[in-house]
């Protein structure tokens, strides 16, 4: 096994769950058009993630035999960005937005993850900490390509459809922090399991 795929999934689902650019997107998208007008600008979102990880699945694992210095600086650099993001996710509090006008398409969607922050860290995060040195670039990045396409196929319609209720009935109430600390400390844990798993390999 060349990849801790079950420590990757607990980290990748508490990144494709959690807020954050992409998932407000969808949020406002379903709170305003509905899950099934929406739905080509969720594909849209979903596929969009793959334009980000075989560029950079088969760029760093290039490098990483060559230059272990830099593989290794990105992820240390990955997962601070990444435990910042849990720091905004933990103060974070809920707001249904609204978007105007016709229903985004699935060109729209394919743009949203490059241009997000959040899903380059957690890639480069996937890539630096749960892949084994001397795994097959071919291999590394169709795992993790595969594995993030299952998630974001179930989380993002769920966001899309089902996000507006859970804004609409937390926001504002004490459960609200909670449920945004809990979503924190998923993502806290599933890094902090990496690392250490990291060094029994």
């Known amino acids: 096994m060349y990849i801790t795929i079950l420590p990757f999934l607990g980290f990748a689902a508490s ?3 959690t807020p954050g650019p992409a998932n407000m997107v969808l949020l406002a998208t379903g709170a ?3 899950l099934r007008r929406a739905l080509p600008f969720v594909a849209g979102v979903a596929l969009g993630k793959q334009l980000i990880i075989w560029p950079l699945g088969f760029g760093l694992m290039a490098v990483q035999d060559d230059y272990p210095l830099v593989f290794e600086a990105l992820k240390w650099v990955s997962i601070a960005y990444v435990l910042w993001l849990a720091y ?3 103060n974070l509090r809920l707001k249904v937005g609204e978007a105007d006008g016709t229903p985004p398409g699935f060109f729209a969607g394919l743009i949203v993850h490059p241009l997000n922050p959040k899903a380059w860290a957690m890639i ?3 890539f630096t900490t749960f892949v ?3 795994t097959p670039p071919l291999q590394a990045t169709a795992t993790i390509a595969i594995c993030l396409l299952g998630l974001q196929m ?6 899309t459809y089902a996000g507006q209720r859970i804004a609409t009935s937390l926001a504002g109430t004490p ?4 449920l945004m600390w809990t979503l924190a400390a998923l993502t806290v844990v599933s890094v902090l399991y ?3 798993a990291g060094e029994d390999l």
């Open 124 to 126: 480069t995060t996937g």
């Open 132 to 134: 084994i040195a001397g």
């Open 154 to 159: 179930i989380l993002h319609p769920i966001w």
């Open 88 to 90: 905004r996710v933990a």
């Open 15 to 17: 990144q494709v769950g």
């Open 32 to 34: 305003r058009f509905g």
């Open 194 to 196: 990496a690392l250490f």
């Open 175 to 178: 459960g609200e922090k909670y």
